[in-house]
């Protein structure tokens, strides 16, 4: 069962920036989970919301703000918000990195500078899961480009997430730790999907998904997983 750090490492130091993400790769992780919006100026930074407000000292949209403008805010611990760039620097392709298309039209931006570090350095496509609530992103990744994993993202069940999986001819579908039951893994595992748990935090569950054979967790606490 692979451990993926939710945000970073969430847990422990504030989601989405550079210090979370370091801090997971401290501990002995397969992956960090991120989410990407495009800002104003066109560039995708790494941040959960659709707005400033509950992470930041900012407030209003991401969308609203430039590049120049969003480095301007701060977390309540000091840090700013990165940019995918950033974050695929840091990162440097010791380990898979969960790309979630927050927001809007975000997947051909996504790719167009993922593929240029596959291109220029020692990233991989096997590198790389593309996941999405939004399904139509998904179908924008798979038509820009075969050669890339996306994940399912499903807030419901993994049976009523299937359907789509199968038209993507998606890697993986991705339930929440609350909806899950074991006939589910086994269902989506027939079916050759992988199963990306989130967010699995307490050490019960987690060691009842590891007997349940589900491959993957992701977790705001990299460290105690």
């Not at 609203?64 to 990165?82: N, R, S």
């Not at 993922?114 to 999405?132: A, G, L, P, Q, R």
């Not at 789509?164 to 079916?191: G, M, N």
Request: aromatic share 8%; hydrophobic share 40%; net charge negative.
């Amino acid at each position: 069962m692979k451990i993926f750090g939710h945000r970073g490492a969430a847990g422990l130091v504030a989601e989405n920036t550079l210090a979370s993400i370091a801090e997971a790769l401290i501990h002995p992780i397969d992956g960090i989970e991120i989410d990407v919006h495009c800002c104003k100026s066109g560039e995708l930074v790494v941040i959960h919301d659709e707005t400033l407000d509950r992470t930041t000292d900012g407030h209003g949209k991401v969308t609203d703000y430039t590049l120049q403008e969003l480095k301007q805010f701060k977390t309540v611990e000091g840090f700013f918000i990165p940019t995918l760039d950033e974050v695929l620097r840091l990162v440097d392709a010791r380990c898979t990195l969960n790309i979630e298309l927050k927001g809007k039209d975000t997947a051909l931006p996504t790719l167009k500078i993922v593929e240029e570090y596959i291109e220029k350095t020692d990233w991989d496509y096997d590198h790389f899961i593309i996941s999405s609530f939004d399904h139509s992103q998904l179908f924008d990744v798979k038509n820009s480009s075969s050669k890339f994993k996306v994940g399912v993202l499903t807030e419901e069940n993994i049976t009523k997430a299937l359907p789509v999986a199968k038209k993507l001819k998606a890697f993986s579908i991705h339930p929440p730790i609350l909806t899950l039951t074991k006939d589910e893994v086994i269902l989506a595992q027939e079916y050759g999907y992988k199963v990306y748990v989130w967010t699995v935090n307490k050490e019960m569950m987690i060691r009842k998904l590891k007997k349940w054979n589900v491959d993957a967790i992701i977790t705001d606490f990299p460290n105690f997983a």
